[in-house]
């Protein structure tokens, strides 16, 4: 994940969003297989709690930032530490129904990035107001959520991956 500005395209933003979602279900629903040893990526850990965590927090702060700036007021930024710390929570077992939760919860958060983005005009999507990215380049930067859900990666067992 990086600072600079999000490279776009003529993709649909919504369904930018979407596609990062539905790879991170598909990948998700194979959790419930992991052995509760934290999986490293680079200079952190991660484990399946954690990436829910991280993709639903990134959602809901970029959204945050998006409808703060279309009422005309600063974001109140975040103070969340990210994945810079890894919580007991996110060390815990990772059933099926915490995979039932964290479906429910990311498509909810999706649903609200689409119904959004598909009400703003193309010039709203390209001069957003306020300082910062454009929501085009914001929804753009959202697909890189989807590190979260590699960083654990497929985990069902190797010889049931095709």
């Known amino acids: 994940m990086t600072d600079e500005s999000p490279i776009t395209d003529d993709r649909d933003p919504a369904q930018v969003v979407t596609a990062m979602v539905d790879h991170f279900l598909r990948l998700a629903a194979t959790w419930t297989a992991w052995d509760g040893r934290p999986l490293q990526s680079g200079d952190r850990i991660y484990t399946p709690h954690k990436a829910v965590r991280r993709v639903s927090d990134h959602l809901l702060d970029h959204l945050s930032e998006l409808e703060a700036r279309l009422a005309g007021h600063e974001a109140i930024p975040d103070h969340w530490h990210a994945s810079m710390i890894t919580t007991p929570a996110d060390l815990a077992p990772f ?7 964290a479906r429910s919860r990311i ?17 709203q999507l390209d001069r957003s107001p306020g300082q910062g990215w454009t929501f085009r380049q914001l929804a753009f930067h959202m697909s890189g959520s989807s ?12 010889a049931t991956v095709r």
């Open 107 to 123: 498509t909810r958060l999706a649903q609200l990035w689409v119904d959004r983005l598909n009400a703003l005009t193309p010039e």
């Open 95 to 101: 059933t099926e129904h915490d995979l039932d939760e």
């Open 147 to 158: 590190y979260y859900a590699d960083a654990v990666g497929d985990l069902r067992p190797a």
